[in-house]
């Protein structure tokens, strides 16, 4: 069974890096069928899609975070990263990853980590 | 950028009604559309994909429909368990873009 867990520091200044990692067990970063993705959800909100990476390292990410944010998959190849710089204090919420999966050309996150909250404060 | 509104954002309802929410996109997303269900304090699970596809272990009382621009979630009697946040995806522009409704809250009338 696929799990994944997010991990990080709970607390981040505003103008500093937000950094968070996402740890994959029972399953490989490594299969062409699927990509991996980080989701954000402030207290109370929507969920908002921040980005992808594919199993061989190619990243797309939301316009709207796109100058600021980084997603990576580890060289061990179990974990995948966030980084995103400048954060400000509206970026406080719960991250997500999750496993994104095509079926017949039909992508959907199937697995998802726990989350964890981040929050942005001085 | 594809808009994706939901309707409606809350709604009140008994145990056995069936239930309908509606996801309406802003251009033609073909059935490149998600639903996902999200109980307070837990991740999202994919309950369809591809508009109408249920996701294995899914219970068959959900089902969805819609091509183009208007989609729709069904839960044909609403269980106890069910009372959760509905949320519609596109993934028309995938993996370039991806983009989330806003929601919809299920309660107990």
């Known amino acids: 069974q696929l799990q994944l867990l997010e991990s990080g520091p709970g607390l981040v200044k505003p103008s500093e890096t937000l950094s968070l990692t996402c740890s994959v067990s029972?399953?490989?970063?490594?299969?062409?069928?699927?990509?991996w993705a980080w989701i954000r959800q402030p207290p109370g909100k929507g969920l908002e899609w921040i980005g992808t990476?594919?199993?061989?390292?190619?990243?797309d990410y939301s316009p709207s975070l796109k100058s600021r944010v980084s997603i990576s998959v580890s060289p061990s190849r179990i974990q995948f990263s966030l980084r995103l710089n400048s954060v400000t204090a509206a970026e406080t919420a719960v991250y997500f990853c999750?496993?994104?999966?095509?079926?017949?050309?039909?992508?959907?996150?199937?697995?998802w980590g726990q989350g964890t909250l981040v929050a942005v404060s001085s | 950028a594809i808009q994706l509104s939901q309707s409606p954002s809350s709604l009140s309802a008994s145990v056995g009604d069936r239930v309908t929410i509606t996801c309406r996109a802003s251009?033609?997303?073909?059935?490149?559309l998600a639903w996902y269900q999200q109980k307070p304090g837990k991740a999202p699970t994919v309950l369809i994909y591809?508009?109408?596809t249920l996701e294995s272990g899914v219970p068959s009382r959900f089902s969805g429909s819609g091509s183009g621009t208007d989609f729709t979630l069904t839960i044909s009697s609403l269980q106890p368990e069910d009372f959760a946040t509905y949320y519609c995806?596109?993934?028309?522009?995938?993996?370039?873009?991806?983009?989330f409704g806003g929601g919809t809250k299920v309660e107990i009338k």
């Open positions: 999750a496993r994104v999966w095509v079926v017949r050309g039909a992508p959907h996150f199937d697995y």
């Open positions: 029972g399953g490989s970063i490594s299969r062409s069928t699927y990509s």
């Open positions: 990476v594919s199993y061989s390292g190619t990243t």
């Open positions: 251009q033609d997303i073909s059935t490149a």
């Open positions: 591809d508009a109408s």
């Open positions: 995806q596109d993934f028309r522009g995938y993996p370039h873009r991806v983009a």
